[in-house]
C-alpha cells in the first residue's frame, strides 16, 4: 500500500504550491527540493503530469508533450485558432501565422471561425473557399455562432477530456465561447478550491479551467499575436510546412532550393498544380522573406 504511486496533475499553482489533481481529489503539494533547479521558472508548471508521495511532496514530473509561455503551461492536446466570420475580419496571415506557432510548440491546431450567424449564404461559401488550405493540411474547421448556439456543441464534443487553449484576435468571441465551456461552479470543488480562491497572486491565465465537457480550457494570450515563433534556420522552417514534402525521389533542380524563384522548382509546381494551396505557399514565401532579413540576417549558410 505504502508504495503505490500516486499519479495526477498540476491544474494550478500559486505562491509555491501545487494544486495536482487524483482522480477526483486535488492536493496542495509542494515541490521536492531535488526537483528545483535554481532561476528556473519552469520546474514544475501547470499542465504537468506528476508523481506525488503520501505525504504530498511532488517527486517526479513526466516529460511533457508541449509547453507554451504565455500562460505557462504545459501538455496542452489542442490550440483552438479562433477568428471571427465578420466583425472583425479574417485576416489569413495571422490566421497561418497562428497555425505556424502551433506548429512550432507541438500543438495540434483547430480553427473556429465564430459570428456566422453576420453572414449570409454566399458570403459563408465564400469563406470556405479561402478556409478550404486548412483541409489540405488536416486542420478541423468550425463555423459557430455563440449568439445563436450553432456549432457549440460540435466544438465541445471534439475536446471531450481534452486541455484545450484558446487563441486568437480579440473582439471574435473567445470569452463568449469559453464561458459556453466552462460552468462556474465547476471551478468551486469542495475545500481546495476556498484555497484557491485565497490565492492573492491568482490571475485567470495561470491555471486550467475545467470545461463542462470534461478536460480544461485555458485562455492563451500568448496565442494572440502576430509574431512568428523563434524559427532558426531554413531547414527548421521548411519542416513546419509539411505539405511542402516531396516524394522520396525527386528534389528541385538545386539541391539547396529554397523554393522562392530558383528554376526547376518542384515546390511551385505544386503550386501551380492546386497540391499545395497558394494561400499556404505566399505566406511560406512572406516568412521567409521575413525571416531571413529580421532573424538571420541575409546570413546564407541556412
Ligand atoms: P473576445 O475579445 O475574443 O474574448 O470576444 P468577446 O467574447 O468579448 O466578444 C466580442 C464581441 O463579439 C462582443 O460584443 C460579443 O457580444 C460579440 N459576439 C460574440 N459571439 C458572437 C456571435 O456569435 N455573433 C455575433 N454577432 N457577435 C458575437
Ligand atoms: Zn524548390
Not at 512550432?104 to 478556409?131: A, G, Q, T
Not at 491565465?205 to 532558426?232: A, Q
Not at 528534389?251 to 529554397?258: G, I, M
Amino acid at each position: 500500500m505504502g508504495d503505490d504511486i500516486i499519479k495526477g496533475n498540476v491544474i494550478n499553482k500559486i505562491q509555491g504550491f501545487y494544486y495536482v489533481k487524483v482522480g477526483e481529489n486535488i492536493h496542495e503539494c509542494k515541490l521536492r527540493g531535488i526537483l528545483k533547479r535554481k532561476d528556473k521558472k519552469d520546474n514544475c508548471i501547470v499542465g504537468d503530469i506528476v508523481e506525488i508521495s503520501e505525504d504530498n511532496s511532488i517527486i517526479q514530473i513526466y516529460p511533457r508533450k508541449n509547453m507554451i509561455n504565455r500562460p505557462l503551461v504545459s501538455n496542452v492536446d489542442y490550440l483552438v485558432i479562433q477568428f471571427a466570420g465578420k466583425d472583425p475580419e479574417i485576416d489569413l496571415d495571422r490566421l497561418n501565422t497562428l497555425i505556424l506557432n502551433s506548429t512550432y510548440y507541438k500543438i495540434d491546431p483547430i480553427v473556429v471561425i465564430n459570428k456566422i450567424d453576420l453572414l449570409s449564404e454566399e458570403e459563408k461559401s465564400s469563406l470556405l473557399e479561402r478556409l478550404n488550405f486548412l483541409e489540405k493540411i488536416n486542420i478541423p474547421l468550425f463555423f459557430v455562432s455563440t449568439y445563436k448556439n450553432i456549432g457549440v456543441d460540435e466544438i465541445k464534443k471534439f475536446i471531450t477530456n481534452k486541455t484545450v487553449a484558446f487563441g486568437g484576435p480579440s473582439g471574435v468571441g473567445k470569452s463568449s465561447i469559453l464561458n459556453m465551456l466552462q460552468d462556474e461552479e465547476d471551478l468551486v470543488v469542495g475545500e481546495t478550491s476556498k484555497k484557491l480562491k485565497r490565492g492573492k497572486h491568482t490571475t485567470r491565465d495561470s491555471k486550467f479551467i475545467p470545461s463542462n465537457c470534461g478536460g480544461y480550457v485555458i485562455d492563451t494570450p500568448g496565442f494572440s499575436s502576430i509574431e512568428l515563433p523563434p524559427i532558426k534556420d531554413f531547414a527548421e522552417l521548411i519542416s513546419m510546412f509539411k505539405e511542402f514534402t516531396l516524394p522520396d525521389d525527386s528534389h528541385c533542380k538545386f539541391l539547396n532550393c529554397h523554393h522562392i524563384s530558383e528554376p526547376g522548382c518542384l515546390i511551385k509546381n505544386m503550386v501551380e498544380d492546386n497540391k499545395i494551396s497558394k494561400t499556404r505557399y505566399d505566406f511560406y514565401k512572406k516568412v521567409y522573406e521575413k525571416l531571413k532579413v529580421e532573424r538571420w540576417n541575409n546570413y546564407e549558410k541556412y
